[in-house]
């Protein structure tokens, strides 16, 4: 059963940093796309940023040039590297596969205040 969890999430004024991470285990995690899911609070859970087992990656408009995906394949763990962040980024942010989700992990809380 695979088991994902995200950390890095926490408070930071706009236009700071953060870095998000998630480990998957008990998956062959290299050859899975990965995504980086947006939940903002009374909104439907939507995709930011993909990468795909080779390290291709492709962005939502609203976190271009903002937002860098990356994964660690020896490590199982997928990143996502959030600069120059808004008061909208604020959401719990999940990962999981692109392709036949596993069961969700808890997320991590991201707000930004203004």
């Known amino acids: 059963q695979v088991q994902l969890v995200e950390s890095g999430g926490g408070l930071v004024q706009a236009g700071g940093s953060l870095r998000l991470s998630c480990v998957a285990s008990?998956?062959?995690?290299?050859?899975?796309?990965m995504g980086w899911y947006r939940q903002a609070p009374g909104r439907q859970r939507d995709l930011v940023a993909g990468?795909?087992?080779?390290?291709?990656?492709n962005y939502a408009d609203s976190v271009k040039g903002r937002f860098t995906i990356s994964r660690d394949n020896a490590k199982n763990t997928v990143y996502l590297q959030m600069n120059s962040l808004k008061p909208e980024d604020t959401g719990v942010y999940y990962c999981?596969?692109?392709?036949?989700?596993?069961?969700w992990g808890r997320g991590t809380q991201v707000t930004v205040s203004s």
């Open positions: 999981n596969r692109l392709v036949r989700p596993y069961n």
């Open positions: 008990g998956s062959i995690f290299m050859f899975n796309a």
């Open positions: 990468i795909t087992p080779d390290g291709s990656t």
